[in-house]
């Protein structure tokens, strides 16, 4: 079975663009959840999809938004970035069997990106 | 905001010797998860320890939970320089509704020499 993969790998902006990631779960994973990763706060929660619905939002401003599609692809976007954006972006996926139960998260490789 | 402390922050030991990490949180748990990152990449995950187990072993990890006291440890016994990287305990708290929300500790740097 094929891990969760994102693409792209690496991506360079300027401060006031936008980006789009994208992130494709295991398959028969139904749950996507995105992490931020910076040395200075580790790593922080985004938001969680499970369904095409954002089940769960961590404490981050409306300029970071994400979307699941019906294959459970998912997608997150950033608008009007910020130096401060920089960082690794991780995915994850799990089956999410039955709520309460809690699941393991399988990551993928991470998107790194650089805000110039 | 961070669920918690690991300690400690960096740990250097040689070849064949015991790694112990410890680490603490702050609220009730569905489940404690170990992951392990090598310089940067993706998260590799070890083990799930659930709030109603107390002690859990996968191959050379073992891992414990005490939830009166809201810290777990993993023990990596007869360390290889493979293992080094940065080990990171991840909180799965109770939501209402469900949901998967990992709330992540400070991490460990081991490093492991020859």
């Known amino acids: 079975k094929a891990g969760v993969t994102q693409t792209p790998r690496y991506l360079i902006k300027t401060r006031g663009q936008q980006v789009t990631l994208s992130c494709s779960p295991i398959?028969?994973?139904?749950?996507v959840s995105w992490y931020q990763q910076t040395p200075g706060q580790g790593l922080q929660f985004l938001f969680e999809y499970f369904s095409e619905t954002q089940r769960n939002k961590g404490n981050f401003p409306g300029r970071f938004s994400g979307r699941q599609f019906s294959n459970s692809r998912s997608e997150m976007n950033v608008s009007t970035l910020e130096l401060g954006d920089s960082a690794l972006y991780l995915c994850?996926?799990?089956?999410?069997?039955?709520?309460?139960?809690?699941?393991?998260?399988?990551f993928g490789p991470g998107t790194r990106l650089t805000v110039l | 905001s961070q669920q918690g402390e690991e300690d400690p922050q960096a740990l250097s030991i040689q070849e064949g010797e015991n790694a112990t990490m410890n680490c603490s949180y702050k609220?009730?748990?569905?489940?404690l998860q170990w992951y392990r990152q090598n310089s940067g990449r993706g998260l590799v995950h070890l083990i799930l320890?659930?709030?109603?187990?107390r002690e859990k072993h996968s191959g050379r990890l073992r891992v414990t939970l005490d939830t009166s006291k809201k810290s777990s440890s993993l023990l990596i016994t007869a360390s290889r320089a493979a293992d080094t990287a940065s080990y990171f305990c991840?909180?799965?708290?109770?939501?209402?509704?469900?949901?998967?929300?990992?709330?992540f500790g400070t991490g460990t740097q081991l490093k492991v020499e020859l």
């Open positions: 398959s028969g994973h139904r749950s």
């Open positions: 991840a909180t799965d708290a109770l939501i209402t509704g469900g949901g998967n929300k990992l709330t």
């Open positions: 994850a996926s799990s089956l999410r069997l039955s709520i309460g139960s809690g699941d393991t998260q399988y």
């Open positions: 320890i659930r709030s109603n187990e």
């Open positions: 609220t009730s748990i569905n489940n």
